[in-house]
C-alpha cells in the first residue's frame, strides 16, 4: 500500500512560481509511474504530468508544456511539480497520485494524496 501527501499549494499571482511536493510512504516499485493531475470547481480531473519512478520520458498536458517540470528524487521517495509563470486559470486542488501503467487518464491511478490548493490571482 502507498500513501501519497501533498504539499506546497499556496495563494501566488499571476506570473508568480509554486513548486508542489509529493511524498510517498510504502514501497515504490520500480515499475511505477507518478502523476499530477489538478481539479478545478465544476471541472473534471485533469492530467497535468507524468514520470516513470525509474526515469525516462517525461509526460505534459499541452496546456502546462513549457512552464511546468515534473521531477522525482528517489533517495526521498518525493516528487516535484515546479510551476513558473503560473495563470490564473491554473487555480485547482492538484493531486498527485500512483499507477502501475502511465497514462494520462486518471481512472487508471489506484493512489491518489488528499489535494493542495494552488490558487493564482489576476
Known amino acids: 500500500q502507498v500513501t501519497l501527501v501533498e504539499s506546497g499549494g499556496g495563494l501566488v499571482q499571476a506570473g508568480g512560481s509554486l513548486r508542489l511536493s509529493c511524498t510517498a510512504s510504502?514501497?515504490?516499485?520500480?515499475?511505477?509511474?507518478m502523476g499530477w493531475f489538478r481539479q478545478a470547481p465544476g471541472k473534471e480531473r485533469e492530467f497535468v504530468a507524468a514520470?516513470?519512478?525509474?526515469?525516462?520520458?517525461?509526460y505534459y498536458a499541452d496546456s502546462v508544456k513549457g512552464r511546468f517540470t515534473i521531477s522525482r528524487d528517489n533517495a526521498k521517495n518525493t516528487m516535484y511539480l515546479q510551476m513558473n509563470s503560473l495563470k490564473p486559470e491554473d487555480t485547482a486542488v492538484y493531486y498527485c497520485?500512483?499507477?502501475?501503467?502511465?497514462?494520462?487518464?486518471?481512472?487508471?491511478?489506484?493512489?491518489w494524496g488528499q489535494g493542495t490548493q494552488v490558487t493564482v490571482s489576476s
Open positions: 497520485a500512483a499507477t502501475v501503467v502511465i497514462s494520462t487518464s486518471p481512472d487508471r491511478y489506484r493512489n
Open positions: 514520470l516513470h519512478w525509474r526515469g525516462g520520458t517525461t
Open positions: 510504502g514501497r515504490i516499485f520500480s515499475n511505477y509511474a
